[in-house]
């Protein structure tokens, strides 16, 4: 058992707070379609570290899918339809993600969500991202269905200010969060990754992170 509070539905859903959901083993079901979705993406647009607007390489690879894809570089934070690394559209969302991104916002109370983003983040032992707000969409009214696939990570998930204290909420694979609503502008971040093995994914956490970008 290893939920929120022990002892507390142990399997499903639970509000992190309002707006803000933790569906346990949610995405576990369809590990092996989401897998080899990832990799035939990565092969057409690969993993990166993407330069921050400040100058520093970001410890997370990043790829996405999607009609809009999330970047930053010198000119800084946004969404683009094409790669700039292959110069060529992002790779199309593939029907099993734009499935389990609308069942998993409609389980959390976001019915017809229809993502148009997702940024497919990886982890290494030690990779964080620091807590931050995703505000570089178009439409708050969306929510955010993030999944966690591979070694487990302690997701932080904060207040509306920068400062607010954050929960520490342990997500393994299959995990799926959705945020919205109240929550949608909440401060959030994975502590440095903790070494670790997964059957599938060896030392890496991958997250797919979907958005109603446009
Ligand atoms: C993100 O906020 O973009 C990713 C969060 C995560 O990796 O779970
Ligand atoms: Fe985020």
């Given at each position: ?80 339809a094409i790669d700039p690394e292959t110069g060529r559209k992002w790779p199309a ?122």
């Amino acid at each position: 058992m290893r939920g929120l509070f022990e002892d507390e539905n142990p399997a499903g859903k639970e509000e992190i707070v309002g707006g803000a959901f933790l569906l346990r083993a949610f995405a576990l079901a369809r590990e092996a379609a989401l897998l080899a979705a990832v990799e035939a993406i990565a092969k057409v647009s690969p993993f990166r570290h993407m330069i921050t607007p400040g100058g520093f390489r970001m410890s997370v690879a990043m790829t996405n899918c999607g009609g809009l894809g999330w970047i930053t570089d010198r000119r800084g934070y946004r969404y683009d339809a094409i790669d700039p690394e292959t110069g060529r559209k992002w790779p199309a969302m593939p029907p099993e993600f734009s499935q389990l991104a609308v069942e998993a916002a409609g389980e959390a109370g976001f019915s017809g969500f229809h993502a148009d983003a997702c940024l497919i983040n990886r982890y290494a032992p030690g990779t964080r991202l620091t807590l931050h707000q995703d505000k570089n969409e178009q439409d708050y009214t969306a929510p955010i269905v993030s999944v966690s696939l591979g070694v487990p990570a302690t997701f932080l998930f904060g207040g509306i200010e920068r400062g607010d204290k954050a929960r520490r909420i342990l997500v393994t694979h299959g995990d799926v969060v959705v945020w919205g609503g109240p929550a949608r502008l909440r401060y959030h971040g994975i502590a440095p990754l903790k070494a670790a093995q997964h059957p599938k994914l060896g030392e890496y956490r991958i997250n797919l992170t979907f958005r109603k970008a446009g």
